[in-house]
């Protein structure tokens, strides 16, 4: 709120000037009916009239003013907050993001900012204009009758006491409606990104009953918030209604000539009434906003698990032959094991592979093959050991230099709405049309794109859902090509292509070795081939290192999956 202070402040402002105008009104209206109804003094009747009516037109001006400037404070510090949050959650790792879940993140990003945007709006309408005209109305009821002070305190203090209760009682149930609402968007979006697989298993019944039960489960948590509400803001509105008939009861022993005080002091007792009522629903939409923004700083305060070192090494300076020939890449003994669970990932894993080599990594589901690609672009940081490029601790390098010398290509292609075009400069946002068209080339992608009518204007559903598997998988692998990267990273990048475009890929990404490094997992005893060593893992530890020829004989993890693609089995000793 602090850069939106002065029109925050204005908004006050005009709350008061409103609120002013709202109390002294009644005041007025008891000289009309005693000085000018009573009397039958048409003049006087007039004058005050008009002072009313200046008056009501005055504190309608300051509440379009008071609109205005508490509406234009609360959007922006909700606009800055989801930034700031958004911006936040860029730096954090992807052990942070397992650890908030995607759907929670979407719903701290939208409905918790939501929630506190409304209030911070609420706090400049209405929060500041509640107490003064509490305050203002119990000084003007006191004034019109004295009398009643003893009945307005006890009031007061009833409701006091209500609040306090209703609090209580109320934040806990909007926590968990908040929780709720993150389980109902996670089985929205996971029915969003899974529809194919969804509609192919003819399981739409179930993804309606999961869909259900977690409405269900959030309209319960609603109703279990609401109740509270329900049940207490009618007893203050109780409350108070007791205080206007003992207002009546004590109104026996006024003056008859005074019969404008009585109307002035059962107006100012049912704005009274009014304001404690709303000062109830205030208090549970604060309630809820106070979950809401422990929920946004419970992101902000989280310190990203990966840390940037103090003085960052640049690439550039760990080789001069780096633009060249791509980088080294060196594992030594490390290990690896994901948040939550008990059994490593990566248990002692070394190796190295020079400069401008292509390394294939091959291994039986679940062997740690993609654990590993991910901790050298530093997704994640492993557990204990190195990893080095160019000789340099991955840890030591500036993250954002680390990443924009690596590209990644992962086996579900990921692409997003637009034209092809505008996905393929994602690579390189000044690529020329020549350069889409090369690595277009290299990637087999040219004889698909050009078949269709708008070409690489072409535009793409959400996800590329108007392409095919590999079409979507080639121009990922052009994507990452137009990046020109000192390390290529392949992770099963080529699994919905036919053997023969495979082969014209590879082929293709042998002309780029000079220049840089290439990681190539695939499950493809026919793609290791392609490689200049291949890594063989198995359940996170590596069984053999080699050529080809050197892991038949030599490798039995190598020779066994050898054996299930080609149907025999190699002479060789197990390592």
């Given at each position: ?14 709350v ?80 942070n ?18 929630v ?5 709006n ?50 806990p ?36 009953a999961?869909?259900?039960e ?55 007792m ?54 060249a ?9 490390v290990g ?47 557990t ?13 390098l ?32 000044d690529a020329?049309?020549?350069e ?12 698909f ?7 690489y ?24 090509l137009?990046?020109?990267?000192g ?29 840089q ?11 290791m ?42 002479p060789?000793h197990?390592?």
């Open positions: 709120m602090r850069p939106y202070l002065l029109p925050f402040l204005v908004a006050v402002t005009c008061a000037l409103e609120t002013a105008a709202e109390i002294i009104q009644p005041t007025f209206m008891s000289y009309v009916v005693d000085k000018g109804v009573l009397l039958a003094d048409v003049p006087t009747i007039l004058h005050y009239g008009a002072i009313m009516l200046a008056i009501a037109l005055a504190g309608a001006a300051a509440a379009v003013a008071r609109n205005y400037f508490s509406t234009y404070a609360a959007q922006h510090a909700g606009r800055d907050l989801r930034s700031s949050l958004y911006s936040h959650i860029q730096t954090l790792s992807q052990e993001i397992d650890q908030f879940h995607t759907a929670s993140l979407v719903t701290r990003l939208t409905n918790d900012v939501n506190a945007t409304r209030f911070i609420s706090l400049g309408r209405i929060s500041f204009k509640m107490p003064l005209t509490v305050i203002g109305a119990l000084a003007l009821l006191i004034y019109q009758m004295p009398a009643m002070a003893p009945v307005v305190v006890v009031v007061i203090l009833l409701t006091v006491v209500i609040i306090v209760l209703m609090t209580v009682l109320s934040r149930r909007y926590a968990r409606l908040q929780k709720s609402l993150d389980r109902l968007n996670g089985v929205a979006q996971e029915y969003l990104q899974s529809v194919r697989v969804v509609k192919a298993f003819a399981a739409e019944k179930r993804e309606d999961r869909f259900t977690a409405s269900e489960n959030y309209a319960m948590s609603g109703i279990e918030a609401m109740h509270i509400s329900a049940t207490f803001i009618p007893l203050i509105n109780l409350t108070a209604n007791a205080g206007i008939l003992a207002l009546l009861y004590f109104s026996q022993a006024q003056d008859p000539g005074q019969i404008g005080h009585l109307m002035a002091a059962v107006n100012y049912t704005q009274l009434i009014m304001s404690l009522g709303l000062f109830g629903n205030v208090l549970s939409e604060g309630m809820r906003a106070l979950t809401s923004s422990e929920r946004i700083a419970e992101v902000l305060t989280q310190s990203p698990a990966q840390q940037t070192a103090a003085n960052p090494v640049s690439l550039k300076d760990t080789s001069t032959q780096q633009t020939a791509g980088l080294s890449l060196t594992f030594k003994d690896f094991t994901y948040a939550g669970s008990s059994e490593p990932a990566l248990s002692h894993v070394s190796f190295n592979i020079e400069a401008g080599t292509t390394l294939g990594i091959i291994g039986p589901t679940g062997s740690g093959k993609t654990t590993l690609i991910n901790l050298v672009p530093r997704f994640y940081d492993a204990y050991g190195t990893v080095l490029l160019n000789g340099c601790d991955v840890t030591q500036d993250p954002h230099e680390l990443r924009a010398s690596i590209a990644v290509v992962n086996q579900s292609a990921l692409l997003f709405s637009g034209t092809i075009e505008d996905n393929l400069r994602w690579g390189d946002e020329t049309l020549a889409l068209t090369e690595a277009c080339g290299i990637a087999c992608a040219t004889s794109i050009e078949q269709l009518p708008e070409g204007k072409a535009l793409l559903g959400q996800g590329g859902v108007n392409l095919s598997g590999g079409q979507k998988q080639r121009l990922c692998l052009a994507r990452a137009l990046k020109d990267p390390l290529l990273i392949l992770d099963d990048c080529t699994s919905a292509l036919d053997s023969a475009t495979e082969h014209k890929v590879l082929e293709g990404l042998r002309q780029l070795a000079h220049r490094t290439t990681l190539l997992i695939s499950q493809r005893i026919a793609t081939r392609y490689a200049d060593a291949i890594l063989v893992l198995e359940n996170g530890q590596v069984r053999g290192f080699g050529t080809h020829d050197s892991l038949l004989k030599d490798c039995a993890t190598y020779r066994a999956i050898y054996a299930s693609q080609m149907g025999r089995e190699e060789g197990e390592c």
